[in-house]
């Protein structure tokens, strides 16, 4: 069964918007991943917030976590049309950090 | 610097054959992962494993075998394929430390006739 479901599931904005996905999840996690995958391609490892963390940074990228309603966001700041793709939230709590579980994702569109 | 290599990244099955797929890490990881990934459905997890000679079952492991002979590689089988096995497959690995998350291959498109 998915841990983490993305909202929206599809999301289409101009260059220079910002882009805001969320993902909630059920169970009590360690932590929790978001993944870019462009079309095509294997996913590609983004960014990773702990459970004890509420909210980080990585370039045009924001993360946050609200553990108490089980869910996080991922904010991508003056998006470009090279951040076409889909994004996946993954959480670990099935039981360890070894073994991840995907949302479906969120794709995003950013026309030029 | 490869990463996770899979191998071969597209094939056409028919009903009842069997194939292997191989996965290649050149990153010392522990952990090794098999995915599949279908329209509507996100990643679901086949096998995976913490270590060499260790292979456990996932969400979705009907149909499909695992080995970890190597610590760099994982092959996954299908042993006699079905039209509800046609997906793309994706292995991963990952290191004892969570932080740097998982590095994904680029797939393997399998479709079963």
């Known amino acids: 069964s998915q841990q983490g479901e993305e909202d929206p599931q599809a999301l289409s904005i101009q260059e220079g918007e910002n882009a805001t996905m969320n993902c909630s999840y059920k169970t009590s996690i360690n932590n929790l991943q978001w993944y870019r995958q462009n079309s095509g391609r294997g996913l590609v490892h983004l960014i990773l917030i702990r459970s004890n963390e509420r909210e980080k940074h990585s370039g045009r990228l924001r993360v946050t976590l609200d553990t108490s309603k089980k869910s996080s966001s991922l904010l991508i700041t003056a998006s470009r049309a090279a951040d076409t793709a889909s994004y996946f939230c993954?959480?670990?709590?099935?039981?360890?950090?070894?073994?991840?579980?995907f949302g479906k994702g969120t794709k995003l569109t950013v026309n030029p | 610097n490869a990463g996770v290599t899979q191998t071969p990244k597209f094939r056409v099955l028919k009903t009842g054959q069997s194939m292997t797929l191989l996965c290649a890490q050149d990153m010392n990881h522990e952990y090794m992962y098999w995915y599949r990934q279908d329209p509507g459905m996100g990643l679901r997890l086949i096998h995976y494993s913490v270590g060499e000679g260790t292979t456990a079952k996932g969400e979705v492991p009907d149909g499909y075998n695992v080995s970890r002979l190597k610590k760099q590689n994982f092959l996954l089988g299908l042993e006699s394929a079905a039209p509800s096995q046609t997906s793309v497959y994706f292995c991963?690995?990952?290191?004892?430390?969570?932080?740097?998350?998982?590095?994904f291959g680029s797939g393997t498109r399998l479709t079963v006739v």
């Open positions: 993954a959480t670990d709590a099935q039981g360890g950090s070894e073994k991840l579980v």
């Open positions: 991963a690995s990952s290191p004892l430390d969570p932080y740097y998350g998982y590095t």
